[in-house]
């Protein structure tokens, strides 16, 4: 089976803090995702990378920077929080396949004071 | 731009009951469709999936058919049970949005199931 772990299953930091929040699959996929979700409005993509040390800014970047030194391995980066990222984030990977089929794992509710 | 559209929540059935969550999208080409599944506390898991008009993707009881003339993929089952009490996704991937691999998701349809 698939499986996708995040390092963290709930945070709190304060305004100003730099966060990270790390990512992990064990079936050598080439893509790799970062969405966050929030009530009425779905999920909406941050980031993807779909290469070691490729990046693509999603629909709603600002604020969030990503890393991917290892292909198993995607870090999101809250350079300096704030209280409108208060959010569930989660992370996913998929095969080089235009992104179909995307395993997720189980989210890392971010509280900012 | 494409976009995934759904019923709003929550949807309240009584245990046996039929379902149906309804989805319409927006695409520039030919996408692939899918529902996920988040159960509380819980990642998303893919339910079913569709690649082209008119196939049925189907799990746990679970069907929806691609329907490319109403631009739809309505999620249905017939007979619920409270452990199906959960959020539902419908999202899509384009391949002709080239660069993107990623999916887009609906806002989530909330299913309450009642003994």
């Known amino acids: 089976d698939v499986k996708v772990t995040q390092s963290s299953r709930y945070l709190v930091k304060r305004t100003g803090e730099k966060v990270f929040l790390e990512c992990v699959q064990d079936m050598d996929h080439e893509n790799m995702f970062w969405y966050r979700q929030d009530p009425g409005l779905g999920l909406r993509l941050i980031y993807f990378?779909?290469?070691?040390?490729?990046?693509e800014k999603g629909d709603i970047p600002e604020g969030y920077s990503v890393s991917r030194e290892k292909k198993e391995r995607f870090s999101l980066i809250l350079e300096s929080a704030s209280t409108n990222q208060t959010s569930m984030y989660l992370c996913?990977?998929?095969?080089?396949?235009?992104?179909?089929?995307?395993?997720f794992g189980p989210g890392t509710r971010l509280l900012v004071l | 731009g494409n976009s995934v559209t759904q019923m709003e929540g929550p949807v309240t059935l009584s245990e046996e009951a039929f379902l149906t969550i309804n989805c319409t999208y927006t695409?520039?080409?030919?996408?692939?469709l899918f529902w996920y599944v988040q159960y509380p506390g819980e990642g998303l898991q893919l339910l079913l999936k569709?690649?082209?008009?008119?196939d049925k993707g189907s799990n746990k009881g679970f069907e929806a058919t691609y329907r490319k003339e109403t631009t739809s993929f309505h999620l249905e089952k017939g007979s619920v049970q409270v452990s199906d009490s959960a959020v539902y996704f419908c999202?899509?991937?384009?391949?002709?949005?080239?660069?993107?691999?990623?999916?887009?998701f609906g806002s989530g349809t909330r299913l309450q199931v009642q003994p």
């Open positions: 569709a690649t082209k008009a008119d």
């Open positions: 999202a899509l991937s384009d391949p002709m949005d080239t660069g993107r691999r990623a999916l887009t």
């Open positions: 990378s779909y290469d070691v040390k490729m990046k």
């Open positions: 695409a520039t080409g030919y996408p692939s």
């Open positions: 996913a990977s998929s095969y080089d396949r235009d992104g179909e089929t995307q395993y």
